[in-house]
């Protein structure tokens, strides 16, 4: 099992958006990387019983209304998490509950 781990197009993407302009340059190196994978299975000879697996931690769509306000912090509208008789709160990496 082979593990990569390309964070050049998230990164881009928190830092300016899904329009941030390098992004397209990005997504051409990581797709040339990707090749040479693919090229390094041909070539060792186990390109056919080799599956591939390719995932994003997340997509990259610019919006203006998240959820999270809604959902951590009750409002003055009815909430379903407080309805349900639940406390939330949020948590920051490396905060203990
Ligand atoms: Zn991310």
Known sequence: MLAVYCDTLDALGHAGGDAHPDIPAALEMIDAQLGRIVEATQDAGIYGRTAFVVMG????????????????????????????????AARAVGTEP
């Open 57 to 88: 931690d997340h997509g990259m769509t610019t919006f203006d209304k998240g959820f999270a306000d809604e959902a951590l912090h009750p409002g003055p509208r009815p909430h379903r998490v407080a309805a349900a008789g639940r406390v939330t």
